[in-house]
C-alpha cells in the first residue's frame, strides 16, 4: 500500500507538481482491502497541496502589505508617504525576502529535479522568473536607492500561489468523481449470523459467502447474489441507469448502489479491491494518471518555451543594452519576459480536461483504462460489433405473433404459457417471457405429453391442443393458409423459429422467436452511420441468421460463421483496407479481437469491469453507450485543442510585448501586470476546461 506522508510535509506534496508529474499525480494505486477506505483518500493528493498553496498564497499576501505600504513607487503612484524611522526604507525589501523563500520555496524544490533531468518544464520555468525577480529588485535596491521594485516580486510570488491553488482546486474538483465513488460505500455492513442473529461489522471484515441484511434505503455493502427478498436498486452511480432496477432472488448486486423499499438478504461474493466499486475507482484514477498525446505535447511545448524564453530573454537584453545602455531598465525588460514566459496556463491545460472528461465518461457508464483509447477514438471509421450479447439480447424472444379468428392475444399466450410452463427449452422460455410481460395467468390444462421431436401436447377444456414447429404440422397433416402462411413467410425471410398452436386440429396461434435485438441498437447504429462512421457485425451464427439481423439494423458489413479464434483476423482484414477500427464485444471470447483492434471496447455487465483486453469499457451493456464515447472524444479533444491554442497563442502575443516591441510608441509591460496577464490565462484555460461539464452525450443518463 502506498503511504501518503503528512499534508504538512511540503516537500512531498510539491513533489506532485515535479516534470512529468504535472499531470497531477491521479495515478496512484490504493491497495487495500476495504475499498471505502483504502480509496477514500484519494482527495490528499490534491487537497493537500490546495491547502499548502492556499496557506501560502495568504501569509504571502499578508506579507505583501508592507512591502506595497513602504514601496517609494506606490507611494508617489497613490500620493501617500509612511513615517520614516531608522531601517524604514529596509522592510519592504525585508519582507519580500520573506515571500521569496516562504512563498517562492515550493516552486524552486519542484524545479530541481526538472533540471537534475535536464528537463526544464513548468517549475523550472516559474523558478527561473521568480528568482530573476529577486535578484533583479536586489540589484535595483543598490542600483537605484528608493526606486524598490520588491513590490513587483512580492506581487507576482502572490500571483503565482494563487494561480497555483486555483489550479488545484480545479483539479481537485474536477477529480471528485473518485471521492464521490468512495462514498457511496457504507462503513459498516449487517451480517447475519449461522444462527439467524444480526450483527453489525466494518466493511473490512466481511468476507465472501457472508450473509448481509441490506435494509430498505441503505447501500449494498459489498457485490453479491440475492438469497432473499425483493427490491428495487438504484444502480446509476454505478451503470448511469437512471432506472431503478427491479431485483429479486438469484439477482446480482453492485456494492454502493442504493436499496429501494424492500429487505434483502445477499450473499457476498466480491469484497475490497474485488468489488465493481473497486474497480471503477482503480480504472477512473488510472486513466487520469495516463497521458495522452495531447498532453505529451503540452509537456514538450513548456521544455521549448524554456529555450524560448531564455532566448529571447538574452535578446531582449542585447537590444535594449544597445537602445539605452546598462540601465535598470534593461534588467526590467529580461523579467517580465521571463515571468510572462511561466506556462501556467499550458500547465492546466490538458491534465484538468483529462479529470473532467474521465469524471463524465465514469458518470455516464464509460469506463477509460486507457486515455490514448479515449483520444484516438475520435479518429475511428469503423466500428466491429459482436452480434450476441452485443447487439442482441443473446436469448430467444417473441419478435411477432399472429393469432386466428375467434382468438385474441392474451387467451393464445395464456393457453401457450400453461403447455410450455414446465419446458426448459429456450424457445420456451421465451413465449413465458412474452406471456408474463402481458400479463396473463396460465390457463388451466391437464395430460401434458411431450411428442419427440414434434413438440409438446395437452389437453384443455377437452380439446387437445399441441405447440411446436414445422414438422408438428406435418404430423398433423395441416397446412397454412392467408394471414398465417403469410406470416410463416415473414418470419423466414427474417431468419426467425416460427413455433404453432395448434387447438382442435385449428391453427390457432404462431409465434415468430428470434434472439431479441436490443432496443438501443438501432438507433445506435443509426447515429454512428450520423457521424460518417462504418459499422461492420461479427457472428458465428449462419449466414442467414446474420444478413436478417443486419438488414434491419441497416449494418454496413456482416462476418457470418466466424468461430471465436478468427474473430481478430477479420479485424485485421478492415485494417488492412486501412480503416481505423474500434472492436466491440463481451471482453471473453472476444480479447483477441479486442486487442487487435486500434481501440477495444468491452461491453461488461455491472460487476464485470476489469476487462484486459480493452481500453475502454462499458458497464452497461447498452450499444448506445457505443456513441457516447465518439461524443466524449471529439468534446474532450476540442476541448484539449482549445486550451493548448490559448496558452501557446498567449505566449506568442504577450512575450514580444515583454520585450518591449511597442516601446517606441511608449507602451511597456511591467513584471507584475504580466504575471497578472499570465494567471489572467490560467483562469481562462481552468474555465474552458469546466465548460466540459456542460457537454451532453447520446441518451445520457448523467
Known sequence: MEHHKPVSQDTHEQSHHMGDEHTHSHGHAHHN?????????HGVDHSGHEMMFRNRFWVSLVLTIPVLLFSPMIQSWFGFSMPEFTGSNLIGPGFAILIFFYGGMPFLQMAIPEIQNRKPGMMTLISLAITTAFVYS???????PGSGFFWEMATLIDIMLLGHWM????VRQASGALNELAKLMPDTAERVTEDGQVEQVSLAD???GDVVLVRPGTSVPADGEIIEGHSDLNESMITGESKPVEKSEGDSVIGGTINGDGSLRVRVSATGDDTALAG????????????????????????????VAIAVAAITAVLWVIAVGFEVEVLERVVTVLVIACPHALGLAIPLVVAISTSIGARNGILVRNRLALEEARQVNTVIFDKTGTLTEGRFG???????EGWDENRALSLALAVEGDSEHPIARGIRRKAEEAGVSPASIRDFEAIKGRGIKAIHE???VYVGGPRLLEMLELDLSGEMSAFRDQANADAQTVVYMVVDNQVAAAFALADVIREESKEAIQRLHEMNIEVAMLTGDSQHVADAVARQLGIDTVFAEVLPEHKDQKVAELQSQGKKVAMVGDGVNDAPALTRADIGIAIGSGTDVAIESAGIILVQSNPLDVVKIFELSQATYRKMIQNLIWAMGYNVVALPLAAGILAPVGFVLSPAVGAVFMSLSTIIVAINAQLLRRTELSASAA
Not at 482491502?33 to 477514500?40: F, I, L, M, T, V
Not at 417473441?398 to 386466428?404: E, G, K, P, S, Y
Open 33 to 41: 482491502h476495504d475499498a471505502h477506505q483504502g480509496h477514500g483518500g
Open 138 to 144: 536586489l540589484f535595483a535596491v543598490f542600483a537605484s
Open 167 to 170: 489550479e488545484m482546486r480545479s
Open 206 to 208: 466481511l468476507s465472501n
Open 280 to 307: 471503477i475507482m482503480r480504472l477512473v484514477e488510472e486513466a487520469q494518471g495516463s497521458k495522452s498525446n495531447t498532453q505529451i505535447l503540452a509537456d514538450k511545448a513548456a521544455g521549448w518555451l524554456f529555450y
Open 398 to 404: 417473441v419478435a411477432n405473433m399472429v393469432t386466428a
Open 462 to 464: 377437452g380439446e387437445e
